[in-house]
């Protein structure tokens, strides 16, 4: 057999695995040693596992995901997902749908000291279900929004799977959270205008809330301080200079870890809760991470990236028609697999497809900063999509009242104005690449 019928073969066999419901980082591991073996022979196999984990794990760059996801946990144990809900409530919560729309601004303003999806739906989840529970709105529009807006906690920067493709790419990580910010707004404001729009077309799912006086709305304002400043902190040091995205993210988590200890909510429970919740997550990433270098490796040696990126490019299509089937195939994926594993499964191969076709001629490292904020678009949606977004079961799980069904029904919209932005981002690139134009571009 050939290289590319070995590459072929083994990715049926990744496929298999997964239908079998084996973890995604072991299937790659298993389908990637296998074919290696088959292609290369056993001794190899283990020359690479020799140092291959270390070379992974050693990247500096990587330590970047432990310290995001550590942040996150410190950012729900210390209150600060309830800050920005009333902050917002408090402005907005009078509107019809307002208590809606204030979600989803507290979502993409956890979203910005988080960096995890799961987490922001989880944490905004507990916080803001029971108080549009208690406002009459409806459970599958409630859950469906909390759904929505937990997207936004991968889009809005710091953001785990960027740093990850940034890593997989060779791409700046500061360029990139920096590229991801209008979309991550443009996000919140599509999900706002579809509340908007359910609201008038559905009243009794997102009725008009309390009024606050301004007092009251200025209170609520001062409570989000801690999570302006460490915003501040952490984005701003990077861009002006004091510190790489790695010094950063350490920084925040001192921020965020004061923060949550001066509210009285990191006590010796909450901070071993941190630890176990960081260390679990970064296991699983560092598992995929690990499993997808083996098939990575195994792809390379039978140079099926660069003949697959050479048959397109021989095709001579569009190459927006070429985009386009690689975001179909996206959200194919994002009905079956998790964020992470999507990505870490195809930039080895979509990538060098998408730098060897000309988009207007585009430069390379616009281009890779542009393919990678539609990339996370494009997996983001698969967190709300059906049968497997788990952003819905894990809202779902605080509400076993709602039926999974309904709520997928009303992630619909939502939806909609996903794909709009994402077209919007395809044909108009200026929108992320603005950051070329700026002094540190």
């Avoid at 410190?74 to 809606?100: K, V």
């Avoid at 006590?267 to 941190?274: E, I, P, Q, S, Y």
Wanted: proline content about 5%; some cysteine; aromatic content about 10%.
């Amino acid at each position: 057999m050939t290289g590319i019928e070995w590459g072929v073969l083994m990715f049926g066999v990744l496929l298999l695995l997964l239908a079998l419901r084996v973890h995604i980082g072991i299937a790659m591991l298993l389908a990637g040693s296998l074919g290696y073996v088959m292609v290369a022979g056993v001794a190899p196999l283990l020359s690479f596992f020799k140092t291959g984990a270390y070379a992974r794990f050693s990247v500096y760059d990587l330590s970047v995901v432990p310290l995001f996801l550590l942040m996150g946990q410190l950012a729900t144990q210390g209150g600060l997902s309830r800050a920005l809900f009333q902050a917002g409530n408090a402005f907005i919560g009078h509107w019809r749908g307002g208590m809606a729309m204030a979600s989803v601004t507290a979502c993409a303003g956890f979203g910005a000291i988080c960096g995890s999806s799961l987490a922001t739906a989880a944490t905004m989840g507990q916080v803001a279900l029971p108080e549009m529970k208690a406002s009459h709105y409806s459970g599958r529009f409630a859950t469906a929004t909390l759904a929505a807006g937990g997207t936004l906690g991968i889009l809005i920067p710091p953001s785990v799977p960027l740093v990850i493709y940034a890593i997989l790419a060779e791409q700046n990580i500061a360029k990139l959270f920096l590229a991801a910010f209008i979309p991550g707004i443009l996000a919140a404001v599509g999900y706002m205008i579809v509340i908007s729009i359910v609201a008038r077309m559905s009243p009794a799912d997102a009725p008009a809330g309390v009024r606050h006086d301004w007092s009251q709305r200025l209170r609520a304002l001062l409570a989000t301080w801690p999570v302006l400043l460490i915003f501040l902190v952490v984005i701003g040091g990077i861009y002006g200079g004091l510190f790489t995205p790695t010094e950063a993210a350490a920084i925040g988590c001192v921020a965020t870890g004061f923060v949550a200890w001066r509210s009285g909510g990191l006590d010796r429970k909450g901070f071993l809760a941190c630890m176990y919740g960081t260390a679990g997550a970064t296991g699983m990433i560092f598992l995929i991470l690990l499993g997808a270098d083996v098939l990575n490796v195994f792809l390379a040696l039978t140079q099926m990236n660069t003949e697959l990126a050479k048959w397109v490019i021989g095709l001579q299509l569009p190459p927006l028609l070429v985009m386009a089937v690689i975001i179909f195939i996206y959200l194919v994926l994002g009905c079956i697999m998790d964020s992470l594993s999507m990505i870490l499964l195809t930039i080895p191969v979509f990538y060098p497809v998408v730098m060897g076709l000309d988009f207007g001629g585009m430069g390379a490292e616009p281009k890779a900063i542009w393919f990678g904020i539609i990339v996370l678009m494009v997996v983001e949606i698969g967190l709300i999509t059906p049968p497997v977004g788990m952003n819905v079961f894990v809202i779902n799980s605080l509400a076993r009242d709602v039926p999974m069904k309904e709520t997928f029904k009303f992630v619909m919209p939502f939806l909609v104005s996903d794909l709009l932005r994402i077209i919007a981002i395809v044909l108009f690139p200026g929108v992320v690449l603005f950051v070329f134009d700026l002094p540190w571009g």
